[in-house]
């Protein structure tokens, strides 16, 4: 009898129940890691629903008479909306430039 380790396929190669027990592996790992730090649910629940109602939070600070003159003065545009998706659109892109370009 040998004390070598029993493996399903030839050495070197995957299978579908290795991937599947990586998979579940760093699921778990990473599901424990978030629920430690509970701070991560309230956050992952409430930054959607600021972003999605940014209208409500942010556009009552530029409104004069319910119409949105500040923020065109600073901008020089009234659709907040096209504004905030714009600019995050080009956040995430010039995010991924650069680290794309720092792990590179």
Same mark, same amino acid.
């Given at each position: 009898?040998? &004390? +070598?380790?029993?493996?399903?396929?030839?050495?070197?190669?995957?299978?579908? *129940?290795?991937?599947?027990? @990586?998979?579940?592996?760093?699921?778990?790992?990473?599901?424990?890691?978030?629920?430690?730090?509970?701070?991560?649910?309230?956050?992952?629940?409430?930054?959607?629903?600021?972003?999605? &109602? +940014?209208?409500?939070?942010?556009?009552?600070?530029?409104?004069?008479?319910? *119409?949105?003159?500040?923020? @065109?003065?600073?901008?020089?545009?009234?659709?907040?909306?096209?504004?905030?998706?714009?600019?995050?659109?080009?956040?995430?892109?010039?995010?991924?430039?650069f680290w794309g370009m720092?792990?590179?």
């Amino acid at each position: 009898m040998s &004390d +070598a380790i029993e493996c399903d396929t030839e050495f070197g190669a995957t299978s579908w *129940k290795s991937e599947w027990r @990586a998979l579940r592996a760093v699921a778990g790992k990473d599901w424990r890691q978030y629920w430690r730090y509970p701070l991560n649910a309230v956050s992952c629940v409430l930054q959607p629903i600021v972003w999605l &109602d +940014a209208r409500l939070f942010h556009g009552p600070g530029f409104s004069v008479d319910g *119409k949105a003159l500040g923020f @065109a003065g600073y901008t020089g545009t009234t659709d907040y909306i096209s504004f905030i998706l714009i600019g995050t659109v080009l956040s995430n892109f010039i995010n991924a430039v650069f680290w794309g370009m720092g792990y590179s």
